[in-house]
Nanobody
Framework: QVQLAESGGGLVQPGGSLRLSCAAS????????MAWYRQAPGKERELVAA???????NYADSVKARFTISRDNAKNTVYLQMNSLKPEDTAVYFC???????????????WGQGTQVTVSS
């Protein structure tokens, strides 16, 4: 099986920064796309940022120029550097990783347990 361990959430003042990490472990043959989603109270889960195995990235318009997604393939880890945080960034952040656990099989999406990010003065 595959496990995703998230870390880095917390309480930060507006304008502050946080760095989220999500490390995949278990029966991993290969990892394809990695992404971060978030869900605020009363709202649907939304894509924040994604990165392909080749390093191409895309971002939600609301976080462009403030957030940066990156990955360390040697560590099976994806990061989300969040700068200039705003109260509207408050949400539970989830990582999503595409993992193949057997050679020649399609990747399956796995979700992290979520980490709370609260932006408040």
């Amino acid at each position: 099986q595959v496990q995703l361990a998230e870390s880095g959430g917390g309480l930060v003042q507006p304008g502050g920064s946080l760095r989220l990490s999500c490390a995949a472990s278990g029966s991993i043959v290969s990892i394809s796309a990695m992404a971060w989603y978030r869900q605020a109270p009363g709202k649907e889960r939304e894509l924040v940022a994604a990165i392909t195995s080749g390093g191409s990235t895309n971002y939600a318009d609301s976080v462009k120029a403030r957030f940066t997604i990156s990955r360390d393939n040697a560590k099976n880890t994806v990061y989300l550097q969040m700068n200039s945080l705003k109260p509207e960034d408050t949400a539970v952040y989830f990582c999503n990783v595409g993992v193949s656990t057997h050679w020649g099989t399609a990747a399956k999406n796995y979700w992290g347990q979520g980490t709370q990010v609260t932006v408040s003065s």
